[in-house]
């Protein structure tokens, strides 16, 4: 596609509800990034992966927290029995270089509202 | 710990004015500075970058200024347009890291 796609845009899920949230990276993009922007402030890193390998969860808040992406292309964040601080945008990135910084590319993002 | 600091926090300037956002930071490890703009609703966008080489990289109407040992950057918007407002954020990083450290974003707002 021509950027990084994010589905679904909006999520409404009850608390202890858990998600999914997907990310469609630009074609060829090795690096995949996960970034959570509550209200207001600026994004905080989640994870990285390069291809299909983890190499970085540091971000992930809580082992409900959970990221994979099994072909190397398309990812998916997970998070299990919802809380109310949850609630924030859900932004995936994608490089296609995997040696630097340079150049990410995000999304729209998800807004997830947990009630 | 905040990593990087940014302000202000919004900032309203008229139009073909000079729109001034500062940032700092604390980690002597970084070596890549990017700002990143967004729009309501979008993603960010990368809008300008500089490496600490250098102390200052222009493109077209936007300037980044970049003091090593002051540890501080700034995006200079210069002839500001109704269009450029958006909320602005500063960020750092490693240049072979994986993370961008954030500041906690500028909303500019351009009066015609």
């Known amino acids: 596609g021509a950027g990084v796609s994010q589905s679904p845009r909006y999520k409404v899920a009850k608390r202890g509800q858990d998600v999914a949230l997907r990310c469609d990276p630009i074609s060829g993009h090795v690096s995949l990034f996960w970034y959570q922007q509550a209200l207001g402030q600026g994004p905080e890193f989640l994870t990285y992966f390069q291809n299909e390998a983890q190499l970085d969860k540091s971000g992930l808040p809580s082992d409900r927290f959970f990221a994979e992406r099994p072909e190397g292309s398309v990812s998916t964040l997970k998070i299990q029995r919802t809380q109310q601080e949850d609630s924030a945008v859900y932004l995936c990135?994608?490089?296609?270089?995997?040696?630097?910084?340079?150049?990410?590319?995000f999304g729209s993002g998800t807004q997830l509202s947990v009630l | 710990q905040q990593q990087v600091k940014q302000s202000p926090q919004s900032l309203i300037v008229q139009k073909g004015g000079i729109s001034i956002i500062n940032c700092a930071y604390e980690n002597t490890a970084f070596d890549y500075f990017p700002w990143y703009q967004q729009f309501p609703g979008k993603g960010p966008a990368l809008l300008i970058a500089i490496r600490p080489d250098v102390s200052e990289k222009k493109e077209g109407r936007f300037t980044i200024s970049f003091n090593k040992s002051a540890k501080q950057f700034s995006l200079h918007i210069m002839d500001s347009q109704p269009g450029d407002s958006a909320t602005y954020f500063c960020?750092?990083?490693?240049?072979?890291?994986?993370?961008?450290?954030f500041g906690t974003g500028t909303s500019l707002t351009v009066i015609p």
């Open positions: 990135a994608s490089s296609s270089n995997r040696a630097t910084n340079e150049k990410l590319f």
């Open positions: 960020a750092a990083s490693r240049w072979t890291g994986n993370q961008f450290y």
